[in-house]
């Protein structure tokens, strides 16, 4: 018997916080080499530099900036909670997990926001 995909598996919180945390690394990862880029920047002398900074002050960087420290902190606690859920002593699905792990990222964005724009 051939088993087609249930999709009612993916109207599950847990396969949602399961797509946040695989897409949230996979931005990360292709954030990478332009960080490794900017940090570059030093090295070809102070004027690379400043102009960078120039660069990085306009509203839409550091509106991705502020994206990506959202997406460090979803990511984050999506690793934490599957931590919490393999290797802690409370198994299974935690509902409350996952809502803590969307809370926590969001206002670290909302801190991070505040804090860019003040």
Request: charged fraction near 10%; charge should be positive; avoid cysteine.
């Amino acid at each position: 018997m051939k088993r087609s995909n249930d999709h009612r598996a993916r109207a599950h919180p847990a396969y949602w916080a399961f797509l946040m945390h695989r897409w949230s690394g996979l931005a990360l990862a292709l954030f990478l080499p332009l960080h490794f880029w900017a940090l570059g920047q030093a090295l070809q002398g102070a004027a690379a530099l400043d102009g960078f900074l120039r660069f990085a002050d306009h509203g839409l960087v550091r509106f991705a900036q502020w994206g990506l420290v959202v997406l460090l902190a979803l990511h984050m606690m999506g690793g934490v909670r599957l931590l919490l859920s393999e290797f802690g002593s409370l198994s299974g699905l935690r509902k409350n997990w996952i809502a803590g792990a969307l809370a926590f990222a969001l206002a670290v964005g909302m801190a991070y926001a505040l804090a860019l724009w003040a």
